[in-house]
T-cell receptor, first 115, second 115 residues
Framework: DQQVKQNSPSLSVQEGRISILNCDYT??????FLWYKKYPAEGPTFLIS?????DKNEDGRFTVFLNKSAKHLSLHIVPSQPGDSAVYFC??????????????FGKGTKLSVKP | NAGVMQNPRHLVRRRGQEARLRCSPM?????VYWYRQLPEEGLKFMVY????????ESGMPKERFSAEFPKEGPSILRIQQVVRGDSAAYFC?????????????FGQGTRLTVV
């Protein structure tokens, strides 16, 4: 049973436009959400995070929105740049018992930003 | 401040051999997590360790897999009697604490190929 879902395997966007990557989750115990960016043959790189007590967090061109009632979060990148082309993983923290800290990942969305 | 270091980057083993994957966390980080990524999949949590202790191994296969994080030296993920299905990218991450807000930083991964 997949607790974190990224239903779009890929997304193609024109340079300068907005990229919106979506993520849904099922476990209401999650209280912290993260986005990671991954290039081929490299490890994931932390991008931005949001606590469940907030509904928005912004860092430069990256903004994460959280809708707790819908169990949905999204990552907005604006303006999109060719260097943003990568696989983006949504992840959530399990926050109970001894498993605090480990991340539950979605399958990723491959973003292609075309010049 | 060096990042999370994993070695080897690539490892080829014949079926039935043992694979040892090493992870040195970032300086000052005492929490280590191992994840596995199968082709076309997201990262799946395997095990969470602190120095000399396994905190959560709920994601580890019951047989052939083991992990340790000794007082001195790197964390080791050991896979005995490897099979073709063990072929994957194995990522290690470290964080300073396990609290929400302490983002985990990932290494570049070890790509295990079982032939």
């Amino acid at each position: 049973d997949q607790q974190v879902k990224q239903n779009s395997p890929s997304l193609s966007v024109q340079e300068g436009r907005i990229s919106i990557l979506n993520c849904d989750y099922t476990n209401s115990m999650f209280d912290y959400f993260l986005w990671y960016k991954k290039y081929p043959a490299e490890g994931p790189t932390f991008l931005i995070s949001i606590s469940s007590i907030k509904d928005k967090n912004e860092d430069g061109r990256f903004t994460v929105f959280l809708n707790k009632s819908a169990k949905h979060l999204s990552l907005h990148i604006v303006p999109s740049q060719p260097g943003d082309s990568a696989v983006y993983f949504c992840a959530a923290k399990v926050n109970y018992g001894g498993s605090q800290g480990n991340l539950i990942f979605g399958k990723g969305t491959k973003l292609s930003v075309k010049p | 401040n060096a990042g999370v270091m994993q070695n080897p980057r690539h490892l080829v083993r014949r079926r039935g051999q043992e694979a040892r994957l090493r992870c040195s966390p970032m300086k000052g980080h005492s929490h280590v997590y191992w994840y596995r990524q199968l082709p076309e999949e997201g990262l799946k949590f395997m095990v969470y360790l602190q120095k000399e202790n396994i905190i959560d191994e709920s994601g580890m296969p019951k047989e052939r897999f083991s992990a340790e994080f000794p007082k001195e030296g790197p964390s080791i993920l050991r896979i005995q009697q490897v099979v073709r299905g063990d072929s994957a990218a194995y990522f290690c991450a470290s964080s300073p604490t396990r609290q929400a807000g302490a983002e985990a930083f990932f290494g570049q991964g070890t790509r295990l190929t079982v032939v």
